[in-house]
């Protein structure tokens, strides 16, 4: 049989993505980082695969590391799509509120052991001052709190 009939000879594989490979930055690139601080949840303790959950949070500027003034609130909405005993991995779809627009996020995470968890995610779109929005993020879960490291390309 041939690589062709076995269906593996139309896949093309890119790079991985993080800061090993991040795009290079231009003049116009704008950082923005938020942490997000959890209100409320629906995941479950301990997920199986097809388990869906949502999350509701305060959205704050970074200072330091640390959550600073609110700027807004988002949600995320997320699936386990495999879980084994050491952990899970979930993909999320993120909707970042702040005062200056809207940001939409897509990301899939591997969550094994006690964290910090990252994950590459990139930006699918936003409103207002993100209308035009094109880049990636980092997201790092760690307990209650997630940090977003936003890359904005012009």
């Excluded at 980082?33 to 949070?57: C, M, S």
């Excluded at 910090?116 to 209650?144: N, S």
């Amino acid at each position: 049989m041939t690589a062709a009939a076995l269906g593996v000879g139309a896949f093309t594989f890119a790079p991985p993505s993080g800061p090993a490979h991040a795009r290079p930055e231009s003049r116009n690139t704008k950082k923005v980082e938020w942490i997000a601080v959890k209100k409320v949840h629906t995941q479950p303790q301990h997920p199986r695969a097809g388990d869906n959950w949502t999350l509701y949070f305060d959205l704050h500027q970074s200072r330091n590391g640390k959550p600073g003034r609110t700027v807004g609130d988002g949600s995320a909405q997320c699936s386990a799509v495999q879980v084994t005993p050491q952990g899970a991995i979930a993909q999320c779809q993120y909707v970042l509120r702040s005062d200056h627009g809207t940001l939409a996020l897509t990301s899939l995470m591997d969550r094994f052991g006690p964290g910090p968890h990252t994950a590459g995610a990139p930006v699918r779109g936003g409103t207002r001052a993100y209308a035009e929005a094109e880049g990636d993020a980092v997201v790092t879960m760690h307990h209650e709190r997630i940090t977003f490291r936003v890359r904005l390309d012009d």
